[in-house]
């Protein structure tokens, strides 16, 4: 029999690369076998939940597919659109849940951590591929295993730089400089892929955690200190890699403007909105502009037969907008001012209280870091969702969460050999 911790690795390797075996030829049907997978993986361990966090976990995804199907009614969607929309915002906590829900041994949690730099490794050779030898004329194509997907260099980028971080953090026995020579190595994707948007929310990110562990003088000089030298070290950074972009999009009024531009989003929903009810559960799921609206018109064959319902205007309107403004556009614009963002697409569909249901869930995560690394990974989700739709990108989501695993079951061992009885009520 499979160890639950094999499965594990198995599935992030499912929702890692099908994009890379969908460009050599696989069928597109690959990316949704992660979808099976994970109510596999979620099926075998719930009647074996035992921990505290995990029940949480349980109790309030629940809430959220109680909260969907509710959204559902209201809107007359599909069966499909509670199953779909329920899946691509769950998944990560499912997979927490799961990690969080047994104990794995001391062996098995380095087996787990082993496999993920092996198949951040996979990704960044073919990073330096794309980069030196292909030679990409276009940034946005060094994309790793995330190849042929529209935002895939941003994904990409986002993974190698996390993973630079997460080396240089948990291999201590390892020498300092080795740590970070191989920080290094994949923290230059941000610079081969142009993902200026990465390098933003890192910094972005780190200046929150700082704020987060304010607690006397001492450590609020420490920390001033510390995010100093990081924001000019990255300003440094930005004016070598990034010198032209930095220059066109580095001016007040143009920033203030694309946010007003992004923000739009939200009357552009509200104009659609055809009952008081539509403030509380939104205008349905996959009726909006999350990910399952995306995916309806590109797989429209395979999903109408199968009774998928969808509110194409509304997508229209704001993909229109998106498309048509100059600080948004594909050709001019910039992804951080899209109107297609996490966020706004869970209230679009599902309203204040799915939105309420799903923060609730965001803090159960947060209640589980037990390090400032895990809560820095964390942080770095919560504001790639304010950009894009990255809550909702399989292969990012389950990645960063297996990170946050890692530490979590890493911890529980530590906590398991000191005080066993504490561990148990984890």
Same mark, same amino acid.
């Given at each position: 029999?499979?160890?639950?911790?094999?499965?594990?690795?198995?599935?992030?390797?499912?929702?890692?690369?099908?994009?890379?075996?969908?460009?050599? %030829?696989?069928?597109?049907?690959?990316?949704?076998?992660?979808? #099976?997978?994970?109510?596999?993986?979620? %099926?075998?361990?719930? #009647?074996?939940?035992?921990?505290?966090?995990?029940?949480?976990?349980?109790?309030?995804?629940?809430?959220?597919?109680?909260?969907?199907?509710? =959204?559902?009614?209201?809107?007359?969607?599909?069966?499909?659109?509670?199953?779909?929309?329920?899946?691509?915002?769950?998944? #990560?906590?499912?997979?927490?849940?799961?990690?969080?829900?047994?104990?794995?041994?001391?062996?098995?949690?380095?087996?787990?951590?082993?496999?993920?730099?092996?198949?951040?490794?996979?990704?960044?050779?073919?990073?330096?591929?794309?980069?030196?030898? &292909?030679?990409?004329?276009?940034?946005?194509?060094?994309?790793?295993?995330?190849?042929?997907?529209?935002? @895939?260099?941003?994904?990409?980028?986002?993974?190698?730089?996390?993973?630079?971080?997460?080396?240089? +953090?948990?291999?201590?026995?390892?020498?300092?400089?080795?740590?970070?020579?191989?920080?290094?190595?994949?923290?230059?994707?941000?610079?081969?892929?142009?993902?200026?948007?990465?390098?933003?929310?890192?910094?972005?990110?780190?200046?929150?955690?700082?704020?987060?562990?304010?607690?006397?003088?001492?450590?609020?000089?420490?920390? *001033?200190?510390?995010? &100093?030298?990081?924001?000019?070290?990255?300003?440094?950074?930005?004016? &070598?890699?990034?010198?032209?972009?930095?220059?066109?999009? @580095?001016?007040?009024?143009?920033?203030?403007?694309?946010?007003?531009?992004?923000?739009?989003?939200?009357?552009?929903?509200?104009?659609?909105? =055809?009952?008081?009810?539509?403030?509380?559960?939104?205008?349905?799921? /996959?009726?909006?502009?999350?990910?399952?609206?995306?995916?309806? #018109?590109?797989?429209?064959?395979?999903?109408?037969?199968? @009774?998928?319902?969808?509110?194409?205007?509304?997508?229209?309107?704001?993909?229109?907008?998106?498309?048509?403004?100059?600080?948004?556009?594909?050709?001019?614009?910039?992804? +951080?001012?899209?109107?297609?963002?996490?966020?706004?697409?869970?209230? /679009?569909?599902? @309203?204040?209280?799915?939105? %309420?249901?799903?923060?609730?869930?965001?803090?159960?995560?947060?209640?589980?870091?037990?390090?400032?690394?895990?809560?820095?990974? *964390?942080?770095?989700?919560?504001?790639?969702?304010?950009?894009?739709?990255?809550?909702?990108?399989?292969?990012?989501?389950?990645?960063?969460?297996?990170?946050?695993? &890692?530490?979590?079951?890493?911890?529980? *061992?530590?906590?398991?050999?000191?005080?066993?009885?504490?561990?148990?009520?984890?």
């Amino acid at each position: 029999m499979i160890k639950i911790s094999n499965l594990i690795i198995i599935f992030i390797a499912v929702v890692f690369f099908p994009r890379i075996l969908t460009a050599m %030829g696989a069928p597109a049907l690959i990316n949704f076998l992660h979808f #099976p997978f994970v109510l596999l993986l979620t %099926g075998s361990i719930v #009647p074996k939940i035992t921990t505290l966090t995990s029940k949480k976990f349980f109790i309030g995804l629940f809430i959220l597919f109680t909260t969907i199907t509710a =959204s559902a009614l209201i809107n007359n969607a599909g069966f499909l659109n509670i199953v779909l929309s329920f899946l691509l915002l769950a998944e #990560p906590f499912l997979l927490l849940m799961v990690i969080t829900s047994i104990p794995i041994s001391q062996t098995s949690n380095e087996q787990f951590k082993t496999w993920l730099m092996i198949f951040s490794a996979i990704h960044i050779i073919i990073i330096y591929y794309q980069f030196f030898i &292909i030679r990409s004329p276009d940034p946005d194509d060094v994309q790793g295993v995330f190849t042929g997907q529209g935002a @895939g260099h941003h994904v990409g980028g986002a993974i190698a730089l996390a993973v630079a971080v997460f080396f240089v +953090m948990t291999y201590p026995k390892l020498a300092l400089w080795l740590r970070i020579l191989v920080g290094v190595i994949f923290a230059a994707d941000i610079s081969f892929s142009d993902s200026k948007q990465v390098l933003i929310v890192f910094v972005v990110s780190f200046v929150i955690i700082i704020f987060t562990k304010l607690k006397n003088l001492g450590e609020i000089i420490k920390y *001033l200190a510390i995010a &100093i030298i990081i924001i000019g070290l990255t300003y440094w950074f930005a004016q &070598i890699a990034f010198s032209s972009s930095l220059s066109f999009w @580095g001016k007040d009024d143009r920033i203030l403007q694309g946010i007003g531009v992004k923000f739009s989003v939200f009357p552009i929903i509200n104009s659609y909105y =055809s009952s008081p009810l539509d403030w509380l559960f939104g205008i349905g799921p /996959g009726h909006s502009i999350g990910r399952l609206a995306w995916l309806i #018109p590109d797989y429209q064959e395979l999903l109408q037969p199968l @009774g998928i319902t969808s509110n194409p205007e509304v997508a229209e309107t704001i993909f229109l907008v998106n498309d048509t403004h100059p600080l948004t556009n594909k050709i001019t614009g910039s992804s +951080m001012f899209s109107l297609t963002f996490s966020w706004a697409g869970v209230w /679009g569909d599902l @309203g204040i209280i799915g939105l %309420g249901v799903y923060l609730y869930l965001w803090v159960l995560v947060w209640k589980t870091c037990p390090d400032t690394l895990s809560q820095f990974f *964390l942080v770095t989700i919560l504001v790639h969702g304010a950009i894009f739709s990255w809550m909702e990108e399989p292969g990012y989501m389950l990645f960063m969460i297996s990170l946050i695993g &890692i530490q979590w079951q890493k911890a529980q *061992l530590t906590l398991l050999a000191t005080s066993p009885l504490l561990a148990k009520k984890a």
